[in-house]
Every structure is written in structure tokens, then in C-alpha cells.
């Protein structure tokens, strides 16, 4: 494996917000153009975890690692290390006094001092590839959630992160815009994004995933190819996990 194909290391990772910890010891490297899928039970760390990569967090133990730089050394300077590193969140946090190409803009008019028309034409193309250019001057007040979330996605795309991580961005939906948002996400990773990406859709996972991470009590429990994980996970832990959502139709009809 060629060292500079991998885009983020986390060695050692322990997080601990004052009563007891919440991440133990995690360790996880993510190849350029890998899509990894973190899957486990509510409130078992996926959210900290990924808060803790773009500093959000503060972390006691280990090290993470961006493009060969320890970025969880004193000095760093987050909102540089952001700029590499986007988030999309389940609550859009688009501003909303502000149309959907000024939100889109912001980003690189303010923290990349960028000139509006040098950055213009694509967040126009971004829209368009999302599909939602006829929508950049409207206000998020008059977008649906799915819109929403396409925007917010386009937002974060047009700082051309290193790794963009996703956490939980369709749990707020309404089912029939679900669809919409995920398969902007699928056809991230088959364009080559390096994505980090947090979700209960189990079905989505599977088509998506280069690898699945189980997580369980801040645990690591279980790492693997979809394939394997979702027909054959080794832990008894994951068996169970898998078994709660009813899609598993393999189990229902056997
Ligand atoms: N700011 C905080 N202060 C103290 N404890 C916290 C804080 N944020 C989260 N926790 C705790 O850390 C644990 C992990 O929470 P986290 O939000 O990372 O879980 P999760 O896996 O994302 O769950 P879900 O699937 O419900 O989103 C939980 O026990 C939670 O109560
Ligand atoms: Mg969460």
C-alpha cells in the first residue's frame, strides 16, 4: 500500500467527555476515493467520533492524521485543517437570510478569500449536478429538507475538501426525499470522493460502502467489505445489530 494514498489516520483515538469514556482506542486509515460507512447503535460514538476528526471535539489519547500532518497537535490551526475536511450535518445549517448561492459562496468568498466570479460558475455547476440550479436564488425557507440537504452537500463540495464525512444527513427527512440525497452521495463515491459516512440506512450502506465499520460502546467491533458484513458479520454483536432493522429480508423469509 503506497503511503500517499491515504488521506486520514486515526492512531489510538480516545475520547472521554468527564464521565467515563466514549471512544476507546480507535484506529481506522481511509485510502483516497474510500467510502467508509460507520454503523452501530444510537449513542455509541459515531457522531463524536466524527466530530473529533474536524476538531468539534477535543480528544485525551491518540492522533489523527491529514495528508501526512498530525492535526491534533496544539498549533493546529482548525479552520484551515476545515477547509480539507468537510461536514454535512443531519440539521442542513444553511443561513437563512441568505439565497442557496450565497450560502454555496460563503465558504469561498470568506475562509478561501476567493472572488465571486471566479467561484461562481461552479457553484452553478455543482447545483446543476445536484439538481437544483433552477433553485439558486431561492431562500432555504422555500426548499424541501431534501433540497435543503442537497445544498448543504454542494456547500461543503465547493471548498473541494480531502474527505468529506457525513453524519446521519438523511435522518431528518421525510421518506420520498431520502432517495434524492442518498443518491447524490452514491454518485459522490463513484466519482472518486473520499467519504466518511455515518448512517442507519442499512441498504444504502451495503451499495455504497468499500468498507463497513461497526461500531458498538465506543468500540471498534467489527471492520469489512459490505458483502461480508451485511451476509456474514463475525460478531454476534453485529448479528444482533443487523437482526433490529426489518429490511433483512434474507432472515424474514428463511
Ligand atoms: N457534549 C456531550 N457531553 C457529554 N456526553 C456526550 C456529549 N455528546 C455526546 N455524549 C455522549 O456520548 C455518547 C456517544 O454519543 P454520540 O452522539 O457520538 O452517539 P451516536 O453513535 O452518534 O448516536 P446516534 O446514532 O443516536 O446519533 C452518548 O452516550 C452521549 O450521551
Ligand atoms: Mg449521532
Request: charged letters at 25%; a negative charge.
Amino acid at each position: 500500500m503506497e503511503k500517499s494514498e491515504v488521506v486520514l489516520e486515526v492512531r489510538n483515538l480516545s475520547k472521554d467527555y468527564g464521565n467515563g469514556p466514549i471512544l476507546k482506542d480507535i484506529s481506522m486509515t481511509i485510502q483516497k476515493g474510500e467510502v467508509v460507512v460507520i454503523i452501530g447503535p444510537s449513542g455509541c460514538g459515531k457522531s463524536t467520533f466524527l466530530r473529533c476528526l474536524n476538531g468539534l471535539e477535543s480528544i485525551q489519547q491518540g492522533e489523527i492524521i491529514l495528508d501526512g500532518q498530525v492535526i491534533t497537535a496544539e498549533k493546529t490551526k482548525w479552520t484551515q485543517v476545515r477547509q480539507k475536511i468537510g461536514m454535512v450535518f443531519q440539521s442542513y445549517e444553511l443561513f437563512p437570510h441568505m439565497s442557496v448561492i450565497d450560502n454555496i459562496l460563503l465558504g469561498p468568498l470568506k475562509a478561501q478569500g476567493k472572488q465571486k466570479k471566479e467561484v461562481i460558475q461552479e457553484a452553478e455547476r455543482l447545483l446543476d449536478r445536484v439538481g437544483l440550479l433552477d433553485k439558486k436564488d431561492a431562500y432555504p425557507r422555500q426548499l424541501s429538507g431534501g433540497q435543503k440537504q442537497r445544498v448543504a452537500i454542494v456547500r461543503s463540495l465547493i471548498m473541494h475538501p480531502e474527505i468529506m464525512l457525513f453524519d446521519e444527513v438523511t435522518a431528518a427527512l421525510d421518506p420520498e426525499m431520502v432517495r434524492e440525497v442518498l443518491d447524490v452521495m452514491l454518485e459522490l463515491a463513484k466519482s472518486g470522493s473520499t467519504m466518511i459516512i455515518v448512517t442507519h440506512e442499512m441498504q444504502f450502506a451495503r451499495a455504497v460502502a468499500d468498507k463497513v465499520v461497526f461500531f458498538d460502546g465506543g468500540d471498534i467491533v467489527e471492520t469489512g467489505t459490505p458483502e461480508k458484513f451485511f451476509t456474514n458479520p463475525e460478531t454476534e454483536r453485529a448479528r444482533r445489530f443487523l437482526n433490529t432493522f426489518t429490511f433483512n429480508i434474507e432472515e424474514k423469509e428463511g
